[in-house]
């Protein structure tokens, strides 16, 4: 049978439904819930705001009002989230189709390499377990789309949208404005002579979206607004299912027993925004754009305080534009390997993980070191490759 648009969009969907119902099926018979305990989070968060209160009300909240006023509707139906989330990734993965015929691509490739993201079974869990990264990942694609539309103010805003949804976009701000070349100079002197037309729309209306939406939301929801969805990330200490280099620090200074805390993990967002906000995006955004924030994101994630399987999603998304003509594709021993390693490195992590937090056991070390540095470097290899075939 012949992959077509309809075809791809239909099995994509069909995937969801069967994930959707197996999870209603599973919470409700088994001792093990399928559903992800953030959607127990933004389902709570909403109720509250429905009742009048603020989304805060509801203890780890840590996210933009608006996810809960999206989520008002589970307030009545309460699987409504999930079905959102999961036609985030059906919209990504519609747009991306858009985007790869913007590039060039011929429509079969356009929809193989989008059936990575569309037909993956690890994206369609997440995504109906209640992890709202699909929806974040439909934003991040549309911003993209809208560049490569040469849709400048519409790419801008979508982009300040998504830095205000989830912070960690704002890496991306560097690569667009390094990336858009074409349009006349305004300024052609000494160190500003890189300030062109484009640039400077695609700044004012990511800023200007960034700011009125933050503002509504401090306007209404005042200083809990701004403490928990973004000062809290400062300070951030989760160390549950954490795949991060940080996690046993985390562990320890988790403790209320411990005195003087670290302040180590507060600082581990210096290196890696250096490196994926500053240091790829002029090294790599001129050459190709999509690629470059693929591999912003998979560094970002990489280097991370707090990496857990939701985040793979972050660069899940951007994966089939790194695909294309990369090395790992070309050379069939090359991607299975990689492939094969990351999900090892994962299993190996899992199962150390698994014993310590539902068996009780002490797996620090070495298993949970030994296992959090395997995939930690599985993942600058990967990187490593990935820079090569930009």
């Not at 200083?223 to 400062?234: E, N």
Request: some cysteine; hydrophobic content about 50%; aromatic content about 18%.
């Amino acid at each position: 049978m012949k992959l077509t648009t309809t075809s791809l969009l239909v099995s994509a969907t069909l995937i969801r439904v069967v994930f959707f119902f197996y999870g209603v099926y599973q919470d409700a018979n088994a001792e093990i819930r399928f559903t992800d305990i953030d959607y127990f989070v933004f389902t709570d968060a909403a109720k509250f705001t429905a009742l009048g209160g603020t989304p805060y009300d509801r203890a780890t909240y840590r996210y933009t009002p608006i996810l809960a006023w999206f989520l008002l509707p589970t307030t009545i139906y309460f699987w409504f989230g999930k079905l959102l989330f999961a036609l985030g990734d059906l919209i990504a993965g519609w747009l991306m189709l858009r985007i790869f015929h913007l590039r060039g691509l011929s429509t079969e490739s356009a929809l193989k390499f989008s059936s990575v993201w569309l037909l993956n079974p690890m994206v369609a869990t997440i995504s109906t377990r209640g992890s709202s990264e699909g929806l974040l990942g439909a934003m991040v694609i549309a911003l993209l789309w809208a560049f490569y539309e040469k849709k400048v103010v519409l790419s801008g805003f979508l982009t300040g949208f998504a830095v205000h949804f989830k912070i960690y976009p704002i890496i991306y701000i560097p690569s667009i404005l390094w990336a858009l070349d074409d349009s006349p100079k305004l300024l052609g002197n000494g160190f500003l002579k890189w300030v062109n037309k484009d640039r400077v729309k695609f700044a004012l209306a990511s800023v200007a979206s960034f700011t009125i939406f933050t503002a509504l939301m401090y306007f209404v929801y005042g200083h809990p607004f701004l403490l928990h969805t973004y000062l809290h990330h400062l300070s951030r200490s989760d160390h549950r299912h954490n795949f991060s280099p940080y996690n046993i620090l985390l562990y320890m200074t988790s403790s209320p027993s411990v005195e003087h805390k670290s302040p180590y993990p507060s600082l581990a967002f210096i290196p890696q925004l250096f490196i994926s906000g500053i240091f790829f995006p002029f090294m790599l955004a001129k050459k190709d754009l999509a690629k470059t924030l693929f591999v912003q994101t998979f560094v970002f994630v990489t280097f991370n305080k707090v990496c857990t399987s939701q985040y793979f999603m972050w660069y899940l998304v951007l994966l089939p534009f790194y695909l294309p003509n990369s090395s790992m594709l070309k050379n069939k021993f090359l991607g299975i390997g990689a492939l094969l390693l990351w999900t090892l490195a994962q299993v190996l992590w899992l199962q150390q993980g698994f014993e310590l937090e539902y068996l009780g056991k002490s797996t620090f070390f070495p298993g949970i070191l030994a296992a959090t540095l395997i995939f930690f470097l599985v993942n600058i290899w990967i990187v490593g490759v990935a820079i090569d075939d930009i």
